[in-house]
């Protein structure tokens, strides 16, 4: 064999050692760029850590977790070319691959999300006069978000952005719709906080998974001619913008609500 060939067998040789050493800085920097978007959550519904601390976690757990899955994509090609079957530390970069897309993706993708909506959190079928709380104003002292409804500016942004969400207006008695309405607030799993038959009025509380974030729920049920009107409103307690959640949530309530009654909804 010749000098050539030896340097030949020898850089060869070096480029999966340099391949293993990248997987598990790419592996090491993937799991923890995993770890730093996944903690936030907890962490601010456990009361651990404020809201700004929390998503700046998030967005450094994003870019640390980028960078884990560029150098494992770098160890996977370093890998792959060199001589010899080595499946474990492909299969450890694969993983470091897989896991650093994961980081980023999620924080990445909420962050679409949120510049696809517009930046309100307060949604409600009954723009012109929505349902007002009462039971649940005591719990929203603290909260930073009003109660308020915020006036013409955002009926027009949810206009344009949900021009789905209107009054639900049913063939049953109001008295059905209210207990309709009330089992459905159930199943979704809110927290009832008041439930008034002669006001025909529903409060609750619902809770995102991540987070632990608190939006608070009104529903008014009225008699409308021979039928029944439902209205419902779904305000966040924190943050300017809510991803969508609050739509999300007033869209599943009619949903459900129309599907729970026998009688079909007047067009």
């Known amino acids: 064999m010749g000098e050539n060939d030896s340097s030949q067998v020898r850089s060869a040789g070096n480029k999966p050692r340099f391949g293993h050493w990248l997987t598990g800085m790419g592996l090491g920097l993937a799991l923890l760029g995993g770890a730093l978007v996944l903690l936030p959550g907890p962490g601010y519904r456990w009361q651990l850590l404020e809201l700004s601390p929390a998503f700046t976690l998030l967005r450094w757990g994003a870019l640390v977790g980028l960078a884990g899955g560029f150098v494992s994509v770098l160890a996977l090609s370093l890998i792959v070319s060199g001589r010899g079957r080595r499946p474990p530390w492909a299969v450890f970069a694969s993983i470091g691959l897989l896991v650093g897309a994961m980081s980023f993706g999620v924080p990445w993708a909420l962050l679409q999300q949120a510049r696809r909506v517009p930046p309100i959190h307060d949604i409600t079928t009954d723009t012109a006069q929505p349902p007002l709380f009462h039971a649940l104003l005591s719990a929203r002292r603290a909260a930073s978000n009003p109660v308020v409804y915020g006036g013409p500016s955002v009926a027009r942004a949810q206009r344009q952005a949900y021009p789905d969400i209107q009054s639900l207006h049913l063939r049953v008695s109001p008295k059905q719709a209210f207990s309709a309405a009330l089992e459905v607030a159930k199943v979704m799993g809110w927290e009832i906080a008041a439930a008034v ?28 001619g021979s039928g029944a009107r439902v209205d419902i409103r779904s305000v966040s307690r924190v943050g300017v913008g809510d991803l969508g959640k609050n739509a999300e949530r007033v869209r599943r309530f009619c949903d459900r609500l129309t599907q729970t009654l026998p009688a079909p909804v007047i067009s």
């Open 197 to 224: 038959p002669q006001a025909g009025r529903i409060e609750a509380t619902a809770t995102t998974f991540w987070f632990g974030f608190k939006d608070d729920v009104v529903i008014l049920v009225r008699a409308a």
